[in-house]
């Protein structure tokens, strides 16, 4: 049985991380499951203070550059939020979902 969409698609991301000018800034990893079934190949941004972002239905082969430039904006933006007619277009439908930052203590006490 050959491979998955997702393993073609994150090693696509490997072999451009090493010439992207962000690559110090993220970790690119694989996970086992987003619970994306239906919507396969799915991917998250996730980061500090941001909202995450989870994108599914992927052509695996065809995503790996508009991935990486949605990660740059994602990067500039300061809360996370990255407006769909701003994002490449392979990205600009497909969103699963928008989760929002974890509060701190401190901010889940105040009223």
């Known amino acids: 049985m050959g ?3 997702g393993y073609h698609l994150w090693q696509s991301l490997l072999r451009l991380q ?3 000018q962000l690559q110090a800034e ?11 079934c239906n919507r ?3 991917i998250a941004f996730a980061a500090p ?3 995450t972002l989870m994108f599914g239905d992927l052509p695996p082969l065809q995503s790996a550059s508009a991935i990486l430039k949605l990660a740059e904006q994602y990067y500039a ?3 996370g939020i ?14 699963l979902a928008t989760i929002p930052p974890l509060l701190s203590r401190t901010e889940a006490s105040e009223p």
């Open 49 to 51: 203070n941001k909202t």
């Open 77 to 79: 933006s300061s809360d």
């Open 26 to 36: 993220y970790n690119i990893e694989a996970v086992d499951c987003l619970s994306g």
């Open 18 to 20: 090493h010439q992207w």
């Open 3 to 5: 491979q998955r969409g």
């Open 40 to 42: 396969a190949c799915a």
């Open 82 to 95: 990255v407006p769909r007619q701003e994002r490449p277009e392979l990205l600009k439908k497909g969103i």
